[in-house]
Each structure stands twice: as structure tokens, then as C-alpha cells.
């Protein structure tokens, strides 16, 4: 029996903990800070994951054998080598990579020089800041359009700008540095290649030496119908992909994810926990779009249902360095999930207002984003609000039964893309 502490509060987070508390090696579960959802798993705890003393207090007080950690800010952060480097705490199983692997998704320019090192596939790329901005202004000038621009460091996922023509990448470019539109995350910026083709998520757990694939998915992340609008944090994703059949799995693993570890392994960089390989499609052969050091939200709604294995158990064996012993064992259903948003997300959105009707929700699950409990009843309280996640023979069984129940959810404002999916 493991006591597990699981940092995060969103709908990864929720997902994460409904899976981790089926394990039997699962004693007691907390989840700091959680959410409304994840108090039926576990116990939250008012604590912030970026808060290390805090983390390490609960660590102790409530004798933790394993640290999941949700979000990618405490592994950029250093939480790894933090419960790594303390003597009281360095017998904790950390899920998650140190500060220097979290580098991967903490620094654009990082993963590129990373990808270039071992031969991985990705835009051409060039990267500037303050002091050769003219040189990017040139380099502007003689790109081709579309040109993307991504911010340095950490964005909450909206650093990326995806622009139409050079004047406008120009403006962005300015913006991103000059005013640092994106903070310091935006004191260096990435201009690289637009690739067109399709998009999808693939997903390994490494023990810095072997890893498994858990099962691929892909996400919606515009607002609007017909993928139109302003980039989100995701509006609902699906698993599997039609497009990722066995021929282009194939130069995935070969090309990406066998070079992405041993690459790490190679640079002695220390990394046991999740790498998601933000991928595309062109012409039938993959490349990588980005790097995250942890699972992607809301992909982990449909990937971790259809996983079959224990996940505890999965995290033993990664900390032993045994997932060469591992067969990992997919649900051979679809499954595809909506997210509830609030209204005006991903611009100004309201907070608190009362949710009703999850009781008559039958044949999904619900995986809570950004709920609260507030006297007595169920609230907003971030953007994307709730997940609802369905099996079905095939995604568009899978997504009928979710958007079924998403009509049953009320609050005021509620919004979600009826067309999740679309392409299959």
C-alpha cells in the first residue's frame, strides 16, 4: 500500500485520481489542492503544488510514499530534485522528471537544440531576444507565410502565435519581446516552419532507461466550431486516432520516441515520468510539434480510461527501472470527451455560478476542471469547467453518449463545441 500525494486541480488531475484510487496499492490520497470532483477519491488538501515547503510539509505529516505531479510548472520549477535532494523526503517515488528533463517542455529552445542533437524531426527553427531582434525582424522578412512564433518559457499554453502574413508576424514579434506580451516567457522567442498537416498526441512512460506507449489521442483546442476561434487549453479529445495506424506508429517509435529517450539517457539528463509528444502528421510521416514533461489535459480524459493497467503499479515499476517487464493493456473501445466550458473562455469568464444536473448523468464520466465546493453546492471556478468522457464502439458512439449528457449539466453560460470529432 502506497500513501500518495497527487499535486494538480484540473481535469487531468480529477482523471489521474479516479484511476489512481481503483489501485489496490492505493492507501490513503490526497490531492492538493483538487477539486470538486476529486473529493470523491481522495482528500484535497489547501495547499499550493508550487509551494515546496508547504508540499513537503504534507509529505511528512501524512507519511507520503509517492508524489504525482499533475501540472507542468513544479517540474519545471525543480519539485523532483527538491524531494530528491531532502534527506526526510528522498525515499518518496516522484512521478515526474527532474528539473533539467522538464527543461523538454520548459524551454522551447531547449527541446529544439535537444531534437537537433539526436536527429529528431521538427520544424526548421531559429531563435532571438532582445539583443538580435532586428536579426529576427530580417529573418521575418525572408520567412514564408504562415510564420509561428512561440514564446521561450511557459505560457499557460497560449505562447504560441500562428501568424497569416509577415507584417502581422512582425507585430507579433514585437509584441512577444519588446512588450513582453508573455512576460519573461517571451524574452526569447522561437520562429520556426509552419507545418500543415494534422495533429495528435502520443504518450510514453519512461524510467530513464525503458518506457511503454500508452494509448495516442488528439485534441481540440480552437473555440470555435469548425476548428475556428482563439486557441484553448483544449476543448475535448478522442482516442484512438484513426490516422495513427500501425505503418505510422511505427516511424513514431522509431523515429521519435526511441531517440527521445535514449537521447535523454545519452545526456545523463535524470527523467522517470511522462513524455508527451505534441506530434503532426505531414504527408504521412511525423514530426514534433512540442514537448510536455507531463500528461496533456484534456487528452489524459480519454487516455487514461482506455489504459487497463495499474497505474500505481505502473509508477513501481518505473521507479525500479523495470518497464521493460511491462505489457500495457489498452481498452479496446473508443473514447471521446467534451469539455464544459465557461462563458467567454478563454477571454474574461465569471466564476461561482451553481452547476446542477449531474445526477441524471448516466453511461459517462464526469472529470471536474475547474469546480469548487461552495456552500453546499457545486461551482465554477476556472475556465474549462468539466469533462465528460464516454466509451463506444467508435469515437462517434463514444461522443453522441457525452454530448447526450453535456445537454443534462447546467450553469449558467455554459458552452462546448458540438463537433469534437469532426473529421472522423
Known amino acids: 500500500m502506497k500513501n500518495i500525494l497527487l499535486l494538480g486541480g484540473g481535469g487531468r488531475e480529477c482523471t489521474l485520481a479516479w484511476k489512481l484510487s481503483q489501485s489496490p496499492l492505493c492507501g490513503s490520497f490526497y490531492i492538493a489542492p483538487g477539486n470538486a470532483g476529486t473529493s470523491a477519491y481522495g482528500t484535497n488538501l489547501p495547499v499550493s503544488y508550487n509551494d515546496f515547503e508547504a508540499v513537503k510539509k504534507v509529505c511528512l505529516d501524512k507519511q507520503i510514499d509517492m508524489v504525482v505531479v499533475g501540472p507542468e510548472d513544479p517540474l519545471v520549477l525543480g519539485i523532483y530534485d527538491f524531494i530528491k535532494n531532502d534527506v526526510a523526503l528522498q525515499h518518496i517515488i516522484v512521478v515526474g522528471p527532474s528539473k533539467e528533463g522538464a527543461q523538454l517542455e520548459g524551454s522551447k529552445a531547449f527541446s529544439k537544440k535537444f531534437m537537433e542533437r539526436h536527429n529528431i524531426p521538427t520544424a526548421a527553427y531559429r531563435e532571438f531576444t532582445k539583443d538580435n531582434f532586428e536579426e529576427g525582424v530580417a529573418y521575418i522578412r525572408h520567412a514564408q507565410p504562415p510564420i509561428v512564433l512561440k514564446a521561450d518559457g511557459l505560457a499557460a499554453g497560449k505562447g504560441v502565435v500562428i501568424t497569416s502574413s509577415i507584417e502581422e508576424a512582425v507585430d507579433a514579434f514585437k509584441s512577444m519581446i519588446v512588450d513582453a506580451q508573455f512576460g519573461a516567457a517571451s524574452s526569447k522567442v522561437v520562429i520556426e516552419q ?219 453560460d455554459k458552452y462546448y463545441r458540438k463537433d469534437i470529432g469532426w473529421e472522423f
Not at 338 to 352: F, L, T
Open 194 to 412: 509552419f507545418l500543415d498537416g494534422i495533429e495528435l498526441s502520443v504518450f510514453a512512460l519512461t524510467d530513464g532507461e525503458n518506457y511503454v506507449l500508452l494509448p495516442e489521442a488528439k485534441d481540440y483546442k480552437r473555440i470555435g466550431e469548425g476548428d475556428t476561434g482563439l486557441n484553448t487549453g483544449g476543448m475535448g479529445a478522442i482516442s484512438p486516432v484513426p490516422f495513427a495506424d500501425a505503418e505510422f506508429m511505427n516511424k513514431v517509435v522509431n523515429r521519435i520516441v526511441e531517440p527521445t529517450v535514449n537521447g535523454l539517457k545519452k545526456e545523463n539528463i535524470l527523467y522517470k515520468g511522462f513524455i508527451f509528444f505534441g506530434l503532426i502528421k505531414v504527408q504521412g510521416e511525423p514530426f514534433v510539434i512540442e514537448y510536455n514533461c507531463r500528461m496533456g489535459d484534456p487528452e489524459t480524459e480519454v487516455v487514461i480510461p482506455r489504459l487497463q493497467n495499474d497505474l500505481i503499479d505502473l509508477f513501481v515499476k518505473m521507479e525500479s527501472g523495470q518497464l521493460n517487464e511491462v505489457k500495457i493493456l489498452h481498452d479496446t473501445r473508443a473514447a471521446g470527451a467534451v469539455m464544459m466550458v465557461a462563458g467567454g473562455y478563454p477571454g474574461d469568464y465569471a466564476r461561482g455560478n451553481v452547476m446542477s444536473g449531474f445526477e441524471q448523468v448516466k453511461g459517462s464520466l464526469l472529470f471536474h476542471a475547474g469546480t469548487t465546493n461552495k456552500d453546499g453546492a457545486v461551482v465554477t471556478n476556472g475556465g474549462r469547467v468539466l469533462a465528460i468522457t464516454s466509451y463506444g464502439n467508435n469515437i462517434k458512439d463514444a461522443l453522441s453518449k457525452s454530448y447526450e449528457n453535456a445537454q443534462l449539466i447546467n450553469y449558467t
